[in-house]
């Protein structure tokens, strides 16, 4: 229940900054984008979005105790929306994303499991494609109770 919480804090502080923070209000989307990812959200692997949807694939790795990492093949959909430029030296805006994913337990209770797992976060852009996300994940899996964990991450994407 702390980590729920938690998430929902971090999310509505982020909601109120970017208002604030916002140095344009009439921001797009690039037409299309190539991102890399190299921690958690929405997995540590490839993503493509054209204008607001997006696909992506990778290996996503989670705490769901202490010292103790679950891993997954992940696989997923989604929609980006609000986008606002938050930084100076950001060339592309910042946004709120939600996904719907795919996974496939590599370990431990989850092993050769199906779970599905839907998330919402954001992403701030930092600098030329250089980006940090902040975000919470449900998790659900056949004979295991639903977990809520955050999803931080840092990537770097190539827009065209």
């Given at each position: 229940?702390?980590?729920?919480?938690?998430?929902?804090?971090v999310l509505f502080f982020v909601n109120f900054s970017f208002e604030l923070l916002a140095k344009e209000t009439n921001t797009s989307f690039s037409k299309e984008e190539v991102g890399f990812n190299f921690f958690r959200a929405p997995s540590i692997g490839g993503?493509?979005?054209?204008?607001?949807?997006?696909?992506?694939?990778?290996?996503?790795?989670?705490?769901?105790?202490?010292?103790?990492?679950?891993?997954?093949?992940?696989?997923?959909?989604?929609?980006?929306?609000?986008?606002?430029?938050?930084?100076?030296?950001?060339?592309?805006?910042?946004?709120?994303?939600?996904?719907?994913?795919?996974?496939?337990?590599?370990?431990?209770?989850?092993?050769?499991?199906?779970?599905?797992?839907?998330?919402?976060?954001?992403?701030?852009?930092?600098?030329?494609?250089?980006?940090?996300?902040?975000?919470?994940?449900?998790?659900?899996?056949?004979?295991?109770?639903?977990?809520?964990?955050?999803?931080?991450?840092?990537?770097?994407?190539?827009?065209?």
């Amino acid at each position: 229940m702390l980590r729920l919480r938690f998430c929902i804090s971090v999310l509505f502080f982020v909601n109120f900054s970017f208002e604030l923070l916002a140095k344009e209000t009439n921001t797009s989307f690039s037409k299309e984008e190539v991102g890399f990812n190299f921690f958690r959200a929405p997995s540590i692997g490839g993503e493509y979005r054209r204008d607001q949807f997006s696909v992506h694939a990778g290996y996503y790795p989670t705490n769901f105790e202490s010292g103790v990492t679950t891993s997954f093949y992940k696989v997923g959909v989604g929609y980006w929306f609000l986008p606002r430029v938050l930084f100076e030296s950001a060339d592309h805006p910042s946004s709120f994303y939600t996904y719907f994913s795919y996974g496939r337990g590599l370990n431990l209770n989850y092993e050769n499991k199906d779970a599905f797992m839907y998330e919402l976060g954001y992403r701030f852009m930092l600098w030329r494609g250089l980006s940090f996300r902040f975000g919470a994940i449900g998790l659900f899996a056949e004979g295991e109770s639903a977990k809520l964990n955050p999803t931080p991450s840092i990537g770097y994407s190539v827009f065209f």
